[in-house]
């Protein structure tokens, strides 16, 4: 039994095998198809390959937060194991779920005073905001306080680095993220953009480049670029992927190569993001001076 309990939400993209040995609760952010009149998230998720292929076929997902008072209840529910909760949310510059669960959380404060309940805006996204409740859950499990570790959350999740490709621009022009012209021109001359999260949690493109293979050794080269002090720190690095395995295991067996990081985990990129995203999406997170 641990003194308090860390949550995040489903959009970390964490392993179903990590959050149950580590005993992380998580909170799901509800996506849907238009055409099928029924809700995944809370009350049951969809196979994430079945949502894949679905997405491959023309199907086009919709997504929704959390609202304060789904957040409510969920604490609520927590705070029957434990009154002390550290919650890393999902980055407020993409969702509004960050606000949903702070005024759930004030809410609750304020009519029970033993309750304790810290929400931190990770401004982090899929596996980034997996590898920081990583790194949580291991200064948790050594002992650190819930303060302690919630002020090194806060002052180092700038430090968070993310950088992603992605094989299809349709997807990244839906959600207002590229113009129509930028995608059509894209996909005709196999331009793959490189994007990264800045320090307000938005997506912002930073590169393009001709063809896969270099957009993923891109990704690569900006980590090696990206690191700086943080270097001999970077024990583990996350890779997230929608639907293209193989590519995301390509830029791990690099990054072994090239830097000796031997630890990484690697895992599919959930509905809620890879409703934005599309198919053939490649992540990368790791430490880094700055975004």
Request: charged share 30%; glycine share 8%.
């Given at each position: 039994?641990?003194?308090?309990?860390?949550?995040?939400?489903?959009?970390?993209?964490?392993?179903?095998?990590?959050?149950?040995?580590?005993?992380?609760?998580?909170?799901?952010?509800?996506?849907?198809?238009?055409?099928?009149?029924?809700?995944?998230?809370?009350?049951?998720?969809?196979?994430?390959?079945?949502?894949?292929?679905?997405?491959?076929?023309?199907?086009?997902?919709?997504?929704?937060?959390?609202?304060?008072?789904?957040?409510?209840?969920?604490?609520?529910?927590?705070?029957?194991?434990?009154?002390?909760?550290?919650?890393?949310?999902?980055?407020?510059?993409?969702?509004?779920?960050?606000?949903?669960?702070?005024?759930?959380?004030?809410?609750?404060?304020?009519?029970?005073?033993?309750?304790?309940?810290?929400?931190?805006?990770?401004?982090?996204?899929?596996?980034?905001?997996?590898?920081?409740?990583?790194?949580?859950?291991?200064?948790?499990?050594?002992?650190?306080?819930?303060?302690?570790?919630?002020?090194?959350?806060?002052?180092?999740?700038?430090?968070?680095?993310?950088?992603?490709?992605?094989?299809?621009?349709?997807?990244?022009?839906?959600?207002g993220r590229v113009?129509?012209?930028?995608?059509?021109?894209?996909?005709?001359?196999?331009?793959?953009?490189?994007?990264?999260?800045?320090?307000?949690?938005?997506?912002?493109?930073?590169?393009?480049?001709?063809?896969?293979?270099?957009?993923?050794?891109?990704?690569?080269?900006?980590?090696?670029?990206?690191?700086?002090?943080?270097?001999?720190?970077?024990?583990?690095?996350?890779?997230?992927?929608?639907?293209?395995?193989?590519?995301?295991?390509f830029v791990r067996?690099?990054?072994?190569?090239?830097?000796?990081?031997?630890?990484?985990?690697?895992?599919?990129?959930?509905?809620?993001?890879?409703?934005?995203?599309?198919?053939?999406?490649?992540?990368?997170?790791?430490?880094?001076?700055?975004?």
């Open positions: 039994m641990y003194d308090y309990i860390i949550a995040t939400d489903s959009t970390a993209d964490l392993p179903e095998s990590f959050l149950r040995e580590k005993e992380i609760p998580c909170f799901h952010l509800t996506y849907s198809f238009p055409d099928e009149g029924k809700s995944y998230g809370p009350n049951g998720e969809m196979d994430p390959y079945e949502f894949y292929e679905k997405v491959r076929h023309g199907s086009l997902p919709v997504t929704s937060q959390v609202n304060p008072e789904e957040a409510k209840e969920n604490l609520l529910k927590l705070m029957e194991q434990n009154k002390k909760i550290l919650y890393l949310a999902f980055s407020s510059g993409l969702s509004g779920t960050y606000n949903s669960v702070r005024l759930a959380a004030d809410e609750i404060m304020e009519e029970d005073p033993e309750a304790k309940i810290i929400v931190i805006d990770t401004l982090a996204a899929s596996m980034g905001e997996g590898l920081l409740v990583y790194y949580a859950v291991k200064m948790r499990d050594e002992g650190k306080s819930m303060d302690e570790v919630a002020e090194w959350v806060e002052s180092h999740k700038l430090n968070l680095l993310h950088v992603f490709t992605v094989d299809d621009l349709y997807h990244l022009h839906r959600g113009s129509k012209t930028t995608a059509f021109v894209g996909t005709v001359l196999s331009i793959k953009p490189v994007l990264h999260v800045d320090d307000e949690g938005h997506l912002i493109a930073i590169g393009k480049e001709r063809g896969r293979r270099k957009a993923l050794l891109e990704l690569v080269k900006l980590m090696e670029e990206g690191m700086g002090r943080f270097k001999d720190e970077n024990k583990i690095f996350f890779i997230s992927h929608s639907a293209c395995k193989e590519d995301a295991e067996d690099e990054i072994i190569n090239r830097f000796g990081i031997k630890e990484n985990m690697i895992n599919l990129i959930g509905p809620t993001i890879g409703s934005h995203t599309g198919i053939g999406t490649v992540a990368l997170f790791f430490l880094g001076e700055k975004r």
